[in-house]
């Protein structure tokens, strides 16, 4: 498992853990990806991280590629709403 944030540049750090909730939320609900949610909780912070745990023997370089593209993509399109306030999540 690799445990990652999408942090966009300039981006309002009250809005990273709840961007990253949702992209995964937003993936899994149009069943493109079932990226997994945990919390990092360390002396040094406590923030919403990504997971992706690629178990499959024919999983490719390509294949994580193309899903970190997905994941960042996604992030690109929703991260507006959700600081402007006007973002509706797929899953409450």
């Known amino acids: 498992s690799v445990l990652f944030r999408v942090v ?3 981006y ?4 990273i853990d709840s961007l990253n909730q ?3 939320d937003e993936l899994f609900a ?3 990806a079932n990226i997994g ?3 990092v909780i360390d002396a040094r912070q406590d923030v919403q991280s990504l ?5 499959s023997p024919v999983a490719t370089l390509e294949n994580v590629q193309a899903l970190l593209a997905q994941v960042l993509a996604e992030a690109e399109r929703i991260k507006d709403d959700i600081a ?5 999540p797929p899953i409450d």
């Open 37 to 39: 949610v945990t919390r």
């Open 22 to 24: 949702n992209v995964a």
């Open 30 to 32: 149009r069943g493109e």
């Open 84 to 88: 402007s306030g006007n973002y509706t």
């Open 51 to 55: 997971k992706m745990t690629t178990l």
């Open 8 to 10: 966009p540049a300039g």
């Open 12 to 15: 309002p750090a009250e809005f």
